[in-house]
């Protein structure tokens, strides 16, 4: 989901993501009317001053659909914007390091083990997480340790498949895919 321009047709943006990868939704004077993310797949809202999600759709209906329903609302009376700084949602971890889990995961044994297992193959890849560990499918906020670059991420796309490394493709502006080959040690292993 691109938080740049908003389509000329729409009255929102979405802002830049936090540690949970929950978008603010933003008018035209940069007024919040609440949050909007992603997990399994579907898409929720929360509406500015409220800890209510609601759950919209899947997909893409989900993903135009969540903002929507915020202006929606807005548009119906049912929201009071709020400046972003008063909109933000409580963190799982304002200060330090993010916890281990995302806050919806369960903290069972095996969610906890693959959660390390997970966290030393990123240092080993050179990403440093800025939220708990949401799972293979579900987005995460992740900062690229080559150049600073912060954005959404998802575990299954960064992983080793059949035993195949990832791509070496990071994001727009990296160092290039040689580069990468030559810093990170198991690429040289393969």
């Known amino acids: 989901m691109s938080t740049t321009d908003p389509t000329p047709s729409r009255r929102h943006r979405l802002g830049e993501p936090d540690a949970e ?11 919040c009317i609440g949050h909007v993310f992603r997990w399994h797949g579907a898409w929720f809202a929360i509406a500015a001053g ?23 609302a807005f548009d119906a009376g049912r929201i009071s914007p709020l400046p972003l700084a008063d909109c933000s949602l409580a963190a799982a971890a304002p200060d330090g390091p993010p916890p281990l889990l ?17 966290l030393a193959k990123l240092a080993e890849y050179r990403w440093t997480p800025l939220g708990g560990y ?7 906020l992740l900062e690229c340790q080559f150049d600073g ?12 498949r059949r035993n195949r490394l990832p791509s070496p493709y990071r994001h727009p502006g ?7 080959r030559a810093r990170i040690a198991a690429y040289q292993k393969k």
Request: net charge negative; aromatic share 6%.
């Open 102 to 118: 995302h806050p919806r995961m369960p903290a069972t044994d095996s969610n906890i083990k693959h959660a390390h297992e997970v």
């Open 134 to 140: 949401p799972g293979s499918d579900n987005p995460w």
């Open 174 to 180: 990296c160092i290039s895919a040689d580069e990468v």
């Open 149 to 160: 670059w912060t954005g959404v991420k998802y575990w299954s796309h960064l992983r080793e």
């Open 21 to 31: 990868c929950r978008y603010p939704v933003l008018l035209a004077d940069d007024k």
């Open 50 to 72: 409220s800890d209510t999600e609601t759950r919209i759709g899947d997909g893409r209906l989900g993903r135009d659909g969540a903002p929507q329903h915020l202006v929606d």
